[in-house]
């Protein structure tokens, strides 16, 4: 009877394998051998210098454009400082957020990572699920499932990284759970919010998306912890404390009266001051040009359809359609038939 229960065991194992794309959507809480890896003492070193004990609260932050994963950690006074940066090995799409299955667009926004989103088991060597889609990809009819940040370098859609970079950011998750932490945010942004690079995009069709998310990117930025987020009015907001006697809604429901404290209200108007003086100073400087950006649901719509295509295995350009910001697609004419899914 043993036998019987580990052979029917292991026969569940491979059906669930079978079917984990970029997810490895796998759940059983056994942990395999890469999921029990210690973090390396030069980094156990500096989180000691650094004053940060070792199960202590994290944070994660992206950046497309740089292809970075920061983790941050906090330290005995409450602030959190960055331990490790690691390069992104692959993410597909382009700069802008997800807007429907099948995009092949990696997310942005503000994510919360909770321990039953850690997947030790799977395809990918090890992955995370990023919380894709929370509230606010809810509220505007966003769709897409188990978006992971995970190991193995191949992405549709996914966060992608080498299998020894994801066995250090796992380890950095896994240890803050075992010291209490319920959830960890992943916050992920198109680039470094600086102000010269919010001139270089001031015209794209994602401009207003990303400076809502530069509310929440400057929060950090000042005050070095993560900062308190929710969804009203279809928006992200951050730092609020609903007044007494009000509470958020759902996603789509007017926000409650709220109070901030006064010491982040003043900094935040200072840096914002400054900001903007250093962005009025970028828009009349030679700034680079700007990376390519999705040009919206329509072009979402165009990809999703190659993906399906691509998925029954039908002759599809090798590359997913693209949309210029002006209407035009801007397709690959070398076709190719390609009997694997994209995510």
Not at 101 to 121: I, T
Not at 233 to 240: A, G, P
């Amino acid at each position: 009877m043993p036998m019987i229960a580990n052979i029917a065991r292991a026969g569940l194992l491979l059906a669930m394998l079978a079917v984990a794309g970029c997810n490895g959507s796998t759940t059983f809480e056994d942990i395999s051998p890469q999921a029990k890896k210690q973090l390396p003492a030069k980094i156990l070193a500096q989180m000691k210098a650094k004053g940060m004990p070792r199960n202590s609260p994290v944070m994660a932050r992206v950046f497309k454009e740089e292809g970075k994963v920061e983790i941050w950690k906090q330290k005995t006074n409450g602030r959190y400082d960055m331990i490790a940066a690691y390069d992104i090995c692959k993410w597909s799409g382009k700069l802008g957020p997800k807007f429907i299955e099948g995009d092949r667009q990696a997310p942005e926004g503000f994510y919360s990572v909770k321990p039953h989103q850690m997947n030790p088991r799977s395809n990918y060597h090890l992955a995370f699920n990023m919380g894709y889609p929370n509230a606010f990809d809810r509220a505007h009819g966003r769709t897409g499932s188990n978006l992971m940040v995970h190991g193995a370098c191949s992405s549709s859609g996914c966060y992608s990284m080498t299998d020894a970079q994801i066995e250090e950011i796992y380890a950095f998750g896994r240890d803050a759970f075992q010291g209490g932490q319920t959830e960890f945010q992943i916050q992920a942004f198109p680039f470094r919010m600086t102000a010269a690079n919010m001139a270089r995009y001031r015209n794209d069709p994602n401009y207003e998306f990303w400076t809502m998310l530069k509310e929440g990117y400057d929060h950090f930025e000042i005050t070095k912890v993560p900062p308190k987020v929710d969804v009203c009015e279809k928006r992200y907001v951050f730092n609020r404390i609903p007044a007494a006697g009000a509470q958020f809604g759902s996603a789509s429901d007017a926000c409650p009266p709220f109070t901030q404290p006064d010491s982040l209200r003043t900094a935040y108007q200072s840096y914002r001051s400054t900001y903007e003086a250093a962005f009025s100073s970028a828009v009349n400087s030679n700034v680079p040009a700007p990376k390519p950006t999705i040009a919206g649901l329509k072009e979402a719509s165009l990809v999703s359809e190659w993906s399906r295509a691509r998925a029954r295995g039908e002759r599809v350009p090798v590359e997913p359609p693209s949309l210029s910001h002006d209407g035009q697609v801007t397709a690959t004419s070398r076709m190719g038939r390609i009997d694997s899914p994209a995510g």
